[in-house]
T-cell receptor, first 113, second 109 residues
Framework: SAVISQKPSRDICQRGTSLTIQCQVDSQVTMMFWYRQQPGQSLTLIATANQGSEATYESGFVIDKFPISRPNLTFSTLTVSNMSPEDSSIYLC??????????FGPGTRLTVT | QKEVEQNSGPLSVPEGAIASLNCTYSDRGSQSFFWYRQYSGKSPELIMFIYSNGDKEDGRFTAQLNKASQYVSLLIRDSQPSDSATYLCTTGANSKLTFGKGITLSVRP
């Protein structure tokens, strides 16, 4: 299994600013994903981070709001742009060599004021 | 339409009992199923996966898949308070996982 770390673990940001979340995997992996989880809710997939190409976004999520980079097989970033209080959530990175066997990072708890 | 429906819970069982968590799915073409466990305030972790019809055992956990009836179950034997968590069953489609709300299990000491 892969070990995944995320930075920052939490942050409090002002409305209108942007935050970039980093996801680092301890080994090369094929698949990396970004999720959002509201308190008491299940995980919502934001996008699949593709190495060397544009991320694949799920319905309701757009690149301008959530730009994603994946420069290599062990690292990805998610930026939450022009934040509003509705973006307050836990953001989770996951990774694995198979899309269906994913290992999750500890999450980034974002609060927008 | 959701791929997998978690149609039981929240579930409360006494310590030492068998906890039975059940899901049904609609797509007969679904091949593989996964159980993730999420403790409150923590990230999900993969605990079981099953590809074939029948049972798969791993310690106190048994995953069951019945393709004819289109259900997948997770049995936890000798339930412990440390098993109290939300359990998410899911299947893969289009190279991604879709999670429902999960089944919240509480094991009473």
């Amino acid at each position: 299994s892969a070990v995944i770390s995320q930075k920052p673990s939490r942050d409090i940001c002002q409305r209108g600013t942007s935050l970039t979340i980093q996801c680092q995997v301890d080994s090369q992996v094929t698949m990396m994903f970004w999720y959002r989880q509201q308190p008491g809710q299940s995980l919502t997939l934001i996008a699949t981070a593709n190495q060397g190409s544009e991320a694949t976004y799920e319905s309701g999520f757009v690149i301008d709001k959530f730009p994603i980079s994946r420069p290599n097989l062990t690292f990805s970033t998610l930026t939450v742009s022009n934040m509003s209080p509705e973006d307050s959530s836990i953001y989770l990175c996951s990774a694995g060599d198979r899309a269906y066997e994913q290992y999750f990072g500890p999450g980034t708890r974002l609060t927008v004021t | 339409q959701k791929e997998v429906e978690q149609n039981s819970g929240p579930l409360s069982v006494p310590e030492g009992a068998i906890a039975s968590l059940n899901c049904t799915y609609s797509d007969r073409g679904s091949q593989s199923f996964f159980w993730y466990r999420q403790y409150s305030g923590k990230s999900p972790e993969l605990i079981m996966f099953i590809y074939s019809n029948g049972d798969k055992e791993d310690g106190r956990f048994t995953a069951q898949l019945n393709k004819a009836s289109q259900y997948v179950s997770l049995l936890i034997r000798d339930s412990q308070p440390s098993d109290s968590a939300t359990y998410l069953c899911t299947t893969g489609a289009n190279s991604k996982l879709t999670f429902g709300k999960g089944i919240t299990l509480s094991v009473r000491p």
